[in-house]
């Protein structure tokens, strides 16, 4: 019992420890990012409230410059709902959609009545998407939506492509496979299987850049934490960005996040948000 104890709180303080070793490297990267350039639109410091990472940081102030007019939102790939991009523009007021896989865990109960919020449990391919989110968004009395967010760890190019050959979102957000770099073009194949140490899917950030630019979406940032995830905004809006008349460049992978220090989301703020 006495072990368990000492164990636990050694854990505990391990885990503190690692926390904030993780965090500092954080903020020397958006400092470094900062000064290089490269990165011409990042927050001030690292925010994260229900993303996996610091996208959240990047959301609010993308959405700080619509001033309002972001008013919808369709993830894909949300996980157990607890931790999303989305979860947070909900909070904020947005109205939309979910599609996973997988159920959501029986501790979220959500209101099947709900004018603002619908789950979809349904494996998502390019064949099958706009099907899916047409016939969903239509109980939602959407026609279009305003902010899409793609984590499905397959084919998510062929799956952003073919949302964009339908649906005209103004922000963009994609996980993007940083391993490969800046220059790489290469998109998930689904002719393979995942590697053991899982790094065989997505999309490389040059393949999808390349084909959103093709839609006249322009590339405007990815996240200083960890470079897992890409931001892209329609053209149209572009005069909300002038960063994007400056250079702006890949940022390289960590592979490290803060697994305590910014909290954890419980089922009853999550629950709270959804059904609001």
Do not use: C
Not at 38 to 56: A, C, H, L, T, V
Not at 177 to 198: D, R
């Amino acid at each position: 019992m006495i072990k368990n104890i000492i164990k636990k709180s050694f854990l505990n303080r391990f885990d503190d420890h690692a926390d904030l070793q993780i965090y500092n490297i954080w903020l020397a990267r958006y400092e470094l990012i900062k000064k290089s350039g490269r990165q011409p639109f990042i927050p001030d410091m690292p925010e994260k409230y229900f993303s996996q990472n610091d996208e959240d940081g990047y959301t609010l102030k993308i959405n700080e410059r619509f001033k309002g007019s972001l008013e919808s939102f369709v993830e894909i790939g949300v996980g157990n709902g607890l931790e999303n991009n989305t979860l947070l523009l909900k909070a904020n007021g947005l109205r939309g959609l979910w599609v996973d896989a997988e159920m959501l865990p029986k501790d979220i109960v959500l209101d099947e009545k709900s004018k603002n919020f619908k789950f979809v449990k349904m494996f998502v391919t390019y064949k099958n998407i706009n099907e899916i989110l047409t016939m969903h968004l239509d109980k939602l009395k959407l026609k279009e939506f305003d902010v899409l967010s793609v984590d499905i760890d397959s084919d998510d190019l062929k799956v952003i492509d073919s949302i964009t050959s339908k649906f005209r979102p103004k922000l963009i957000i994609a996980e993007i496979n940083s391993k490969l770099g800046p220059i790489a073009h290469w998109s998930f194949s689904s002719v393979t299987v995942n590697t053991p140490a899982g790094d065989n899917f997505g999309v490389s950030y040059m393949s999808l850049k390349k084909t959103l630019a093709a839609k006249r979406y322009r590339y405007l940032a990815m996240n200083a934490g960890t470079g897992l995830n890409a931001f892209f905004i329609d053209d149209a809006y572009s005069k909300l960005f002038p960063e994007l008349d400056l250079d702006i460049n890949f940022v390289p992978p960590l592979y490290r996040w803060p697994k305590r220090m910014f909290g954890f989301s419980s089922y009853a703020l999550v629950n709270s948000i959804l059904n609001g």
